[in-house]
């Protein structure tokens, strides 16, 4: 089993940041890809940000220029530095793995004021 323990989700004013950072542990024996994905109330769960094993990134087109991915490797963990933060950047917040199987994290919320 993979365990994925998510934190840095909290309350926020419009123009605001955050991290959030996804530490993945147990039966790793690749990771393909680490990311984060959000779902707002009444509406599906979409892509936010990925990052590959290579390096390479891909994020929505609602939050490129102020998000960023990132990994550390050696800690199995991902970061998801969110700048600029919109109300409608409020939703739960949840961190997927491919190691290689597909985990879920518990969510973390993210609430933006304006």
């Known amino acids: 089993q993979v365990q994925l323990v998510e934190s840095g989700g909290g309350l926020v004013q419009a123009g605001g940041s955050l991290r959030l950072s996804c530490a993945a542990s147990g039966r790793i024996f690749s990771i393909r890809s680490m990311g984060w994905y959000r779902q707002a109330p009444g509406k599906q769960r979409e892509l936010v940000a990925t990052v590959m094993n290579g390096g390479s990134s891909n994020y929505a087109d609602s939050v490129k220029g102020r998000f960023t991915i990132s990994r550390d490797s050696a800690k199995n963990t991902v970061y998801l530095q969110m700048n600029n933060l919109k109300p409608e950047d409020t939703a739960v917040y949840y961190c997927?793995?491919?190691?290689?199987?597909?985990?879920w994290g518990q969510g973390t919320q993210v609430t933006v004021s304006s």
């Open positions: 997927r793995a491919e190691v290689p199987f597909v985990y």
